[in-house]
Structures are given as structure tokens and as C-alpha cells.
């Protein structure tokens, strides 16, 4: 069974600029979470989408993230304008349902704003 | 506020000794708890968790973690370290209710001597 693919692996950006992240979720898993992780920290909770609802933003930046899961399947991420403190490892995961908290997590994509 | 602490930022153990990773929890009710693994530049990977039942629960890799409800912990062991098992441990529990996102401790850097 493939897991939770993510693109790009690395990105380095200038501040102000736009980016956009991509999480392809385990086949039939119906539920997403985008993660935020910086560094020397756990992981904290950025997006949940159960289907292509959103269940939980409320830690979501709103003034400059954004998230969309259209087909209930692949999920993007986008940062517009990046900010210095955007810096951190971006982690996809997906579970079969809310119901079932076990979470399988991407590689992540780890964002450089300079 | 519920919340995760692993208390040792970090832990050193010579191969082949026992391992200890220590977890305590201030969650209401009857916890589930989860721990993940993340090596360099990986994303996270499932472990273990407790649901319900027998105390001692058995994961990947040759862990066990033993959940221990007057003392509120959920430490995580292995009988003989390996270094590959270096990496850093995160300790976990769902929040619970619509959501369900996973809250995560600060994690604990293992960092086992050949």
C-alpha cells in the first residue's frame, strides 16, 4: 500500500513571496490534516478535512494560508505572502476516518523563508 | 488544558542497553495514546498506542509502551538499543470530538552510542 506522498521536499523562498504545497493522502483514507512543525517542536495542527470538508482550521492563519481538498483526495497548501516565521516542515497526514485517530504522515516539506 | 510532556529533551543509551523514553499525561477520561518516531528528514511514523485493555502495549520495531494510570505515564521502552534507533520520539493523544487531531508532546531526541 503506497503511503502519503508530498511534493516538493524542500523549498526555499524570499519573504512575501507565494507557495504551495501538495499531499496525495493513502487510497480510500477519507480524512487529511496538514501539520505545521517548527523546528524543536511537535507538530501542531494546521487544517483537518474530513472528505473534502473542512472540519478544524481554527489554528490556520487565515490572512495568508489557505487549503483546499476539491475532490476529496489530493489536498494543497498555500502560503501567500510568506512570512520569516513560515519556516518549518509542512506534514501531511491521513487516517481511514476521524473516528480512527491513527495517523500516517507524509515525508513533509520543509520550507526555508529567507 | 490536556496536554502531553516528555520531560528529557534528550537521551543517551550505549547499543544494546535498555531504553527508556518517558511520557506523562493530563488527558480526561480514558486516554488513548499514541507514539511516533521521525528520523532525519522523514516524516513521522506510527509506533504504537493504547487504546484500552492490557497495560502493556507491543509496537514496531521492538518497542513496548506501558501505560501506567496513578502514575499518568506512558513510557516507551525497548529491551536492547539499537543505533538505528536513534531519532527523535513524540508522544501523542487525540484530542478527541470532531476533530481528533493529534496532540503532540515536545519530543525526546534518542541518541544511541555504538
Known amino acids: 500500500e503506497a503511503g502519503v506522498a508530498q511534493s516538493p521536499r524542500y523549498k526555499i523562498i524570499e519573504k512575501r513571496q507565494s507557495v504551495a504545497f501538495w499531499c496525495n493522502p493513502i487510497?480510500?483514507?477519507?480524512?487529511l490534516y496538514w501539520y505545521q512543525q517548527i523546528l524543536g517542536q511537535g507538530p501542531k495542527l494546521l487544517i483537518q478535512f474530513q472528505n473534502n470538508g473542512v472540519v478544524d482550521d481554527s489554528q490556520l492563519p487565515k490572512d495568508r494560508f489557505s487549503a483546499e481538498r476539491l475532490k476529496g483526495v489530493d489536498s494543497t497548501l498555500k502560503i501567500q505572502p510568506a512570512k520569516l516565521e513560515d519556516s518549518a516542515v509542512y506534514l501531511c497526514?491521513?487516517?481511514?476516518?476521524?473516528?480512527?485517530?491513527?495517523?500516517?504522515f507524509g515525508p513533509g516539506t520543509r520550507l526555508l523563508v529567507l | 488544558a490536556q496536554s502531553v510532556a516528555q520531560p528529557e529533551d534528550q537521551v543517551n543509551v550505549a547499543e544494546g542497553n535498555p531504553l527508556t523514553v518517558k511520557c506523562t499525561y493530563s488527558v480526561s477520561g480514558n486516554p488513548y495514546l499514541f507514539w511516533y518516531v521521525q528520523y532525519p528528514n522523514r516524516g513521522l511514523q506510527f509506533l504504537l498506542k493504547y487504546i484500552t485493555g492490557d497495560n502493556l502495549v507491543k509496537g514496531s520495531y521492538g518497542f513496548e509502551a506501558e501505560f501506567n494510570k496513578s502514575q499518568t505515564s506512558f513510557h516507551l521502552k525497548k529491551p536492547s538499543a539499537l543505533v538505528s534507533d536513534s531519532a527523535l520520539y513524540f508522544c501523542a493523544f487525540p484530542l478527541g470530538g470532531a476533530t481528533n487531531k493529534l496532540i503532540f508532546g515536545t519530543g525526546t531526541l534518542l541518541a544511541v552510542q555504538p
Open positions: 497526514a491521513s487516517s481511514p476516518r476521524t473516528s480512527d485517530s491513527t495517523q500516517y
Open positions: 487510497s480510500g483514507h477519507a480524512t
